[in-house]
């Protein structure tokens, strides 16, 4: 479990520091640096390690893909006012910095059984691979994908859609899984009839598609289902298939109701049972005090605060959760604290 997040020039935050819980709900609205502590912790047990996505399966080039605009493809949006020299973020005493060089980046850590021996400004680095400043490559030389810390997947509105093919090529080990029934199961809950099993089956021309399979052999894709029940269904297939050390979920209740919001924080619920660590962020004071009504008050609610480029956190009870609380601390002003 990562307990103390560091942060150093990493894309918005100048310098901050997050105490963390095994379950945690971070609320905040627009730039409070939500998204930011999500993404170093998605790094941080190795920039280059595989992750369930399709096309961009590395764990930095699908931040790269998430946060590219036209042809702006460069890891520049790593680095404080796209700027710094340096960007560092540390878990414990887990450390990932991102070293600038002219147009290379170098990806260094401080395991010193991890990555390659390299002299960088006069010192000895751990060097795990290297990255273009302003283009999408990731240089060629020796690169380690070798997980460093507790494995973390992280999940969104805006990859959902990225992991559809990840689960077309893994659906043997899910066809011959209990896993489909059983969410279809938990799906039946909700209100909008009775789920009795998720199924790939041939589409149009050659295609599949994944469906909702309901009561008498009726069948809708999942990409029809509404962005809620897809965010759901790919969040606990991609849990299955990866078992992370630490599940991350940015703006958990986009698209949910609130019906589908209870069982999701029930399903958080029984992850932290069995030792997964859940972080989740929200903009909704109301959605992070239902999430903590149905986790039985389990989970601790911190509210983030960004401003002129320091990032702070502060615990909130229950009975601060009302729409007042984002008003009481605005965000920075700066574009860059998503």
Sequence with gaps: MVRSLRLWNFRGVEKGEVRLAPFTII????????????EALFLAPNPFRRAPYSGVDVAVKILQ???????????FFLFHNYTSSEARIKCDSHVISFLRDDETIYVTTNKSDAGECLMLKGKPANVLGKLSFTLTNIVSMYVNDKVTKEDSLLLSPSLTRMSYDYVRINWPL??????????AEELSRLPGGKCVDITMEPFFKGGVSINLLLEEEKRIRLSDAGTGVQNYVIARILYELKKPEILLWDDVDNGLDPATLLSVARWFSSLVEKGTQVIVTTRSPEAARRIAEAAGGRPTILLSILKEGKLETRRLLETELDDGILEAEKPSKSLRAA
Excluded: D
């Design 174 to 183: 899910l066809a011959h899984s209990n896993v489909c029934s059983r969410i």
């Design 65 to 75: 893909e998430t946060h590219r605009v036209f042809e702006n493809t460069g890891y």
């Design 27 to 38: 609320l905040g609205g627009n730039n409070s640096g939500k998204t930011t502590i999500l």
